[in-house]
C-alpha cells in the first residue's frame, strides 16, 4: 500500500487504472489550487517543514522535510483493504462490507460525505491569516501541518464524490469549493465553521474542542459498510491526532505560561504581565466546547438511528461494544427540557445515538481538563479550569432557547445576559487577547504568553528551522 508519488495526484488507488476518475480528478485540481491560493494561508512562505504521507502502514507512515506549501502533494490515501471485512452493525450486520454505494443509501451517503467534506477546508478558511501572528516557528509550521492535511481531508472526501457518486458527486465536489466560512451567501453548512479563528488561543482551542469533534464524526464514519468510506476515515483518523495533539498541548503550554506569571507576580490576573488570564482561557473554553456540543446535533435523531439501521453510520468504537449491534431492543436515557429545567428522557437506543456520541466526546474532553488543572496543581495554584454544564450556551438541541447558566442552573433571559460577559468571551477580553498576538519568528524564541514546547518535532529542537519566511 505504498502511495506513488510519480502520479499527477500521488495515491495508493490504482488511479491510473480508472482513467475517466483520473481524468476527473486531474481536472478539478486546478480548481483546488487555486482555492488554495485565494483562501489558504495568507502568509508568505519559502517553504515548511512538513510532514507528507508515504504509506498507510502501522510504522513509519510519514515523510518529513521542507517543502514549498503549494508544492505539497496533495493525495489521496486510503487505508489498507481487509478484503474479509463484514458489516459491524445495523440489519445488514454480519454481510461483506459494500464496495459500492448501494442506490437506496446513496443520497444519504452523499450527504454525510459532503457535510464530512465541507469542514475540512471550512477550518483551513478559518485559520488563513493566523501566520501573521504565530508565537513561534515551531507553531508556525504546526499550524501549517493541520492546513495542508485539512486540504488533503477536503481530497479524501472529493475522491469519493468522484468515484462513487458520478455527475452529482462532481457537482458536490465543485460546491465543496464555492462556499467559504463565514460567507454570507454560500456559508459552510455547520455553524462551528462560519466562526472566525481571530488569535491563536481560538486555534488551539479549535484544534482541541472542534476537531476532536471532527475526531468522533470520522470515528462513526470508519465503521461504515461503505467500504471506501471506511478505509478512508481511518487513514485521516491517523492524520487528525497531531491537529488534536497540537491544540491539546497548546493549551497545556498557554496555562503554563499564565500559571508562571501568577505565581511569580502573586496575582489572579496575570493579564498585565503579559499572558492571557485564566479568567479569559476559561471563557474561551466555554465558547468553543458549547458551539463543538451543537456539532453533534439533537439529542434525539430519526436520521441518525436511520443510518445506524442502514449500517452506513456506526457508533464509536462500535466492534468493542458488548450488545447485539442492531439495538432494536435497546434504551437509552437522554437530555430534555421539561418545565422549562434540565431533565432527561428514556428513548429507544436507536433514536439517541447523537447523546451516545456525544457522550464519548464528552468524556474525552474531560481528559485535557485534568492535564491542564495539572498544570495549576504543580505550579502550586488553588484555581481549577473546567468545562461547562451541557445546557449552557446551547444553539442546537433540546437546550436551544434555554438560558442556563455554566454550572447548569437555569435563568432568566434577562439574568443570563447580564452575566453573559463573565462567562463568555467579551470584546475587552478579545482585543486583549489579539494585542497579544504579535509574530514572533526568530528562531528558538517564543511569545510572552505562552511556554516553549518540551519537545519540537519528529525529533528536532524547538530552535529548528520549521519555517523559512519569503
Ligand atoms: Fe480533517
Ligand atoms: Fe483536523
Known amino acids: 500500500m505504498s502511495i506513488d508519488y510519480q502520479e499527477q495526484i500521488p495515491n495508493n488507488v490504482d488511479l491510473h487504472e480508472d482513467r475517466r476518475l483520473q481524468r476527473a480528478l486531474e481536472s478539478w485540481q486546478p480548481s483546488f489550487l487555486g482555492w488554495w491560493q485565494t483562501m489558504g494561508p495568507t502568509l508568505p512562505t519559502e517553504d ?8 498507510v502502514g ?4 510519514a515523510h518529513f522535510g521542507h517543502v514549498a506549501m503549494k508544492d505539497y502533494r496533495w493525495g489521496i490515501f486510503l487505508a489498507e483493504r481487509d478484503g474479509e471485512r463484514k458489516i459491524a452493525f445495523g440489519q445488514h450486520k454480519g454481510e461483506p462490507a459494500w464496495q459500492k454505494v448501494p442506490g437506496e443509501y446513496r443520497s444519504d451517503l452523499r450527504r454525510l460525505i459532503v457535510i464530512q467534506g465541507d469542514t475540512e477546508p471550512a477550518s483551513v478558511e478559518q485559520q488563513r491569516n493566523l501566520g501573521a501572528t504565530a508565537p513561534s516557528l515551531y507553531d508556525l509550521r504546526n499550524l501549517f501541518q493541520v492546513n495542508v492535511e485539512e486540504g488533503r481531508h477536503l481530497w479524501a472526501m472529493v475522491y469519493l464524490l468522484h468515484a462513487y457518486f458520478g455527475r452529482d458527486g462532481r457537482e458536490e465536489a465543485e460546491a465543496l469549493l464555492k462556499r467559504n466560512s463565514g460567507s454570507e451567501d454560500a456559508p459552510r453548512i455547520l ?10 488561543l481560538s486555534f488551539f482551542m479549535f484544534t482541541y474542542f472542534t476537531d476532536r469533534d471532527g475526531k468522533y464524526q470520522l470515528g462513526t464514519l470508519k465503521e461504515s459498510a461503505f467500504d471506501p468510506l471506511s478505509r ?3 487513514f485521516m483518523l491517523k492524520e487528525e491526532s497531531h491537529h488534536m495533539f497540537v491544540g491539546t498541548t497548546g493549551i ?3 496555562v503554563e505560561r499564565t500559571a508562571q506569571l501568577m505565581v511569580e507576580h502573586d496575582t489572579d490576573d496575570a493579564g498585565p504581565h503579559g499572558a492571557i488570564p485564566l479568567a479569559t482561557i476559561q471563557k474561551y473554553i466555554n465558547f468553543h466546547y458549547t458551539v463543538s456540543l451543537d456539532l453533534f446535533g439533537g439529542e434525539q435523531s430519526t436520521n441518525v438511528a436511520n443510518y445506524f439501521t442502514a449500517g452506513i453510520k456506526g457508533r464509536w468504537m462500535e466492534e468493542r461494544r458488548k450488545d447485539d449491534h442492531r439495538l432494536l431492543d435497546d434504551s437509552a436515557v437522554v437530555d430534555t427540557v421539561e418545565d422549562g429545567q434540565v431533565a432527561s428522557v428514556e428513548v429507544p437506543a436507536l433514536l439517541g445515538l447523537n447523546s451516545d456520541l456525544r457522550a464519548e466526546y464528552v ?11 495539572t498544570v495549576l496543581e504543580d505550579a502550586g495554584l488553588p484555581q481549577r479550569l473546567v468545562i461547562p454544564h451541557r445546557a449552557f450556551n446551547r444553539k442546537v438541541g433540546v437546550f436551544a432557547g ?9 435563568v432568566s433571559k434577562q439574568d443570563w445576559e447580564a452575566q453573559v460577559g463573565t462567562w463568555l468571551p467579551t470584546d475587552a477580553d478579545k482585543a486583549h487577547v489579539r494585542s497579544l498576538m504579535q509574530p514572533v519568528y526568530e528562531r528558538g524564541k517564543i511569545a510572552s504568553w505562552i511556554a516553549p514546547p518540551r519537545n519540537g518535532i519528529n525529533g528536532k529542537p524547538f530552535d529548528y528551522d520549521y519555517v523559512h519566511l519569503v
Open 48 to 55: 515548511v517543514y512538513l510532514r507528507t504521507a508515504v504509506n
Open 58 to 61: 502501522r510504522e513509519g507512515w
Open 191 to 200: 455553524g462551528a465553521f462560519n466562526e472566525e479563528t481571530p488569535d491563536w
Open 232 to 234: 478512508t476515515c481511518e
Open 252 to 254: 497545556d503550554r498557554i
Open 363 to 373: 468524556a474525552d474532553c474531560e481528559n485535557g481538563l485534568k492535564r491542564w488543572n
Open 402 to 410: 434555554l438560558h442556563a447558566t455554566p454550572d447548569g442552573t437555569v
